[in-house]
């Protein structure tokens, strides 16, 4: 089983990825109920062999779900995993008493 700190390195590593990101960014703004895959492809102007292997990626870091609808592929955000990851990266911020100035 994989520690917090490396699935959380694993979607971040995920997200490292310009068009990766362009590609969640969209999907977040579609919804609950995500958007289509060639909507996606449209977005990123990628060729679908390309944009699979990003989608297959955010799918794998657990940042983005898939559903199937007859011939279609739909993509939503995880948003679960998205705000653990969030928070993760906050839950320690004020500790230290705030030195730098850097606190919530």
């Known amino acids: 089983m ?4 490396e699935r959380h390195a694993e979607q971040l590593g995920a997200l490292g990825n310009p068009v990766r ?5 969209f999907v977040v703004q579609a919804g609950p109920e995500g958007a289509p895959a060639g909507a996606i492809q449209a977005h990123v102007d990628l060729p ?10 955010l799918v794998d870091a657990g940042v983005m779900q898939t559903r ?3 011939t279609f ?9 998205l ?3 969030t928070a993760y990266l906050w839950e320690d911020c004020c500790k230290n008493g705030g030195k730098n100035g850097a606190c919530c």
């Open 48 to 57: 679908a062999s390309t944009l699979s292997h990003h989608l297959k990626r």
């Open 68 to 70: 199937g609808e007859g």
């Open 2 to 5: 994989t520690s917090k700190l």
């Open 21 to 25: 990101l362009a590609i969640l960014r």
């Open 73 to 81: 592929h739909y993509y939503s955000a995880n948003y679960d995993a």
């Open 83 to 85: 705000r653990k990851l």
